[in-house]
């Protein structure tokens, strides 16, 4: 074999799917892609947009309120829905549950590409991306929160790299680099749990230095805990919905003749979630009861704080205990998204909606940040797609079985 030909078939192997071009290319002619195509070719020039004419002529955010949609989804909603990488690596690799090692791949790319596209939408919101190691390399503010974050950020993108790096060299045939890459598995996974606690809850202590703008309700010393344990439930929701979603989109991915037993790990998944939402709620009650602010409950903040905190703590806590004692694997699902729902209505509200709550002019997100947003969403989405469709994520590599 010429080596051009030996070229071409490792081309249609590896990157397009065993297929021709020509065939590649006509399979991508789906509804998916073309909704796909169609965000991308409105967002990239949106994007393009911003930086050309500035923040101010792509955003509604002023100088009162400086963090809108981009912060608020893109970075706060971003790092907690990310924070399945973390979860599912201690469950198996510190705690010894093997029995989710099916979902872990998964959960650490998707973790990891959550955070590198927290990344870019930062990028956009600060419109300098050459200024962003800034924090990291050239801060003097060493006792600085956000020199915390930057630095357990992007130490921790890294760790995700590589955690996911064997699934990478499995796919690319490099066995001995692939070897190496094993070896590190425990060391990476014990510093990357050390670095999502310091920078889960270091997000939340960024709002300890705004009591006065943020409404009371929403303001506590234990704003840090509250990221924390809530990016917990949020690790453990993703991965159940990521889980139930991924065998289903990505059949013909999953090992033929293999048997996951995806019932079994949701509800194991559904029964942590659920005492997690239960620590969740009663950290929120003793918020609640240190600033003794009980009057402000009979505002209208005061029922969306309710609303927050009932419906999307309380009651997903109690509907994952009652899917896992009756086993209903379903309704754990359907749990796992209402309280990703609820994590998403929390750093909103704590953000911008609780943000400046008594100023007038209230904010918000022109229609160029809906769909900034929703083009990083976009390609987050097609380039987990194409991975999980390439590289052995959702089945094992057939040779190097049982070799984890």
Known sequence: MSSRTAARTWLANTLLMGQSPGDY??????????????????GIPVIVFRFVYGIGAATNLSQTTPWGLWIALDVLCGVALAAGGYTMAAAVYVFGLKHFYPVLRPAILSGFLGYVFVAIGLMVDLGRPYRLPYPIFYSHGFSSVMFEVAWCVFLYVMVLGLEFLPAALEWLGLRNARAKAVRMTIGLVVVGVVLSTLHQSSLGALFLMAPTKIHPLWYSPLIPLFFFVSSIAAGLSVVIFESSLSHRIFRNQVEPGAYVDIDAITLGLGKAASVVLFTYFFLKLQGL?????????????????????????????VLFAVGVRSRNARLVRATAVWTLVGIVVNRFNVSFIAFNWDVGNRYFPHWMEIVTSATIITVGVLVFRWIVNRMPVLREHPEYKWSH
């Open 25 to 42: 290319a006509r399979s991508l002619l789906t509804g998916f892609n073309l909704v796909a195509g169609l965000i991308l070719s409105i």
């Open 289 to 317: 009861v240190d600033v003794s602010n009980w009057t402000l409950l009979a505002t209208p903040m005061g029922y969306w704080f309710l609303v927050e905190v009932f419906g999307f703590v309380f009651l997903p806590c």
